[in-house]
């Protein structure tokens, strides 16, 4: 025991590294038995390493690093997301407009310079897992201008096969880095300090964004920043980073309705503005009148006609369908924005928590009621849930991972899994933002020691 005492943390981190290497240079996406025993494994490391975890700040530093770094040189496996990244950011070196025409189009409109390359981009079988290339051909870009910026500057590689990949996942590593020491600042200012490895060590913060370069890294960046800046009172500055995760990945605007309560009216609406005049303004570096269009038709297009682990959406369809015969998909795809929308405004204006928790219940309406939720999306709850000191987004972030059975032979979503997930996830919910102590209270604060 003493010695588990004295070098347990670098025993299990050293298990953990071990584990997150095959993560990055072996499993695929259909391995479903290796990659949730897997994956489980690493949840109880992390769990033990957090009650393990080195006082000083540079040890866990350096730990979550060196799981990071596992993934250095390494072609994702568990998602082709990063085929239409490498694409936008050649299209943006060389001239050309990103959301002026779909991948299937190029031959159209890129010069006969650039033909073999596009076409050799549009086909790229580098790995076994995704022989098709990208999952996006015949759909306009929706990454708007911080991606974009990312996207670009990663094309100054050279290499669509390798050093554009590398390049992006620089850009990731910075921002997964900015995060740590901003999100350390916040919970030092709470004496909270010892729950910083509850993200840093998170393994589907790891293989998610370092591992499959999901930009939400950026996304959480300027969210934690945001909180950091309002924290300080530098309200002006809160609203330009907001508007900076606006153009990463959208969702961030729900950050103005958590500052609201915090600020007067007038200061309320000052910030909007500020934060919606700068989005506009970054907007208009990749997309003019003529293009909006086709951005716009992309992303109605992607919330409308496409689904993946939403549990509401799913329940409320196949009831109605149970009992009269009846697809109701179209309608729900209507009436869900108001229904999140009434409970956001909810949240915004009447219900009493401060900035952090406020922007937690923001994020978390909008993924209950949003058509899709990859595991990556809830990301965004992780350093939010541990300034709030809450749990029900931590057990969402392990139990989301088992969606990966979608992939196999076909593509087939594992309902019963779902239905597992959110009746677990919004069960805690519910308890936890009850006054009276009870059970998720409890774990909470085993959790939050």
């Avoid at 799981?67 to 299209?91: I, Q, V």
């Avoid at 609406?269 to 269009?293: N, P």
């Amino acid at each position: 025991m003493a010695l588990i005492r004295t070098y347990g943390f670098w025993i299990f981190a050293m298990a953990s590294a071990l584990l997150y290497f095959l993560f990055a240079q072996e499993f695929q996406r259909t391995q479903h038995l290796e990659l949730f025993i897997s994956f489980a494994t690493l949840v109880a490391l992390w769990l033990i390493m957090h009650r393990f975890a080195p006082k000083k700040w540079m040890w866990l530093f350096a730990a979550g690093l060196a799981f990071r770094l596992c993934f250095l040189f390494a072609t994702p496996h568990l998602s082709d997301d990063y085929f239409r990244f490498l694409w936008d950011g050649e299209l943006s070196k060389d001239g050309y407009e990103v959301f002026g025409f779909v991948p299937n189009d190029y031959d159209e409109h890129v010069s006969e310079e650039h033909q073999e390359k596009y076409r050799q981009m549009l086909q790229y079988q580098g790995t076994m897992e995704f022989p098709d290339g990208m999952n996006s051909k015949n759909y306009y870009s929706i990454y708007p201008t911080v991606n974009q910026f990312v996207f670009q500057t990663s094309a100054m590689g050279g290499n669509p096969e390798r050093t554009n990949l590398d390049l992006l996942r620089l850009w990731i590593l910075i921002a997964e880095i900015a995060t740590f020491f901003l999100l350390k600042a916040l919970l030092t200012s709470k004496n909270r300090s010892n729950w910083l490895s509850l993200y840093w060590l998170h393994p589907l913060i790891i293989i998610e964004l370092t591992g499959n370069l999901h930009l939400e890294a950026l996304a959480i960046t300027f969210i934690v920043l945001a909180l950091y800046l309002a924290h300080i009172n530098h309200w002006i500055g809160a609203a330009l980073v907001v508007s900076l995760g606006v153009m990463t990945k959208l969702t961030p605007l729900l950050m103005l309705g958590a500052f609201f309560k915090h600020l007067d009216w007038k200061r309320w609406l000052i910030h909007c503005t500020v934060a919606v005049a700068a989005s506009i303004g970054l907007f208009a570096i990749y997309v003019d009148l003529g293009t909006f269009a086709n951005f716009k038709a992309s992303v109605g297009l992607f919330f409308a006609w496409f689904s993946f682990n939403t549990g509401i959406y799913y329940s409320l369809k196949e009831l109605v369908l149970l009992i009269s015969g009846a697809d109701i998909s179209a309608w729900i795809s209507l009436f869900f924005p108001f229904i999140s929308a009434g409970i956001m405004i909810w949240i915004t204006f009447f219900k009493k928590a401060d900035v952090a928790t406020t922007a937690l219940l923001l994020f978390t309406t909008y993924f209950l009621f949003t058509p899709i939720l990859h595991p990556w999306y809830v990301t965004v709850l992780i350093p939010l849930a541990i300034l709030s000191k809450k749990i029900y987004p931590l057990i969402w972030s392990v139990l989301i991972f088992g969606t990966y059975l979608a992939y196999g032979a076909t593509f087939k979503e594992p309902l019963w899994w779902i239905i597992i997930e959110f009746s677990v996830v919004i069960t805690f919910l519910f308890a936890e933002f009850k006054k009276e102590e009870n059970w998720s209270h409890r774990i909470a604060n085993r959790l939050y020691h």
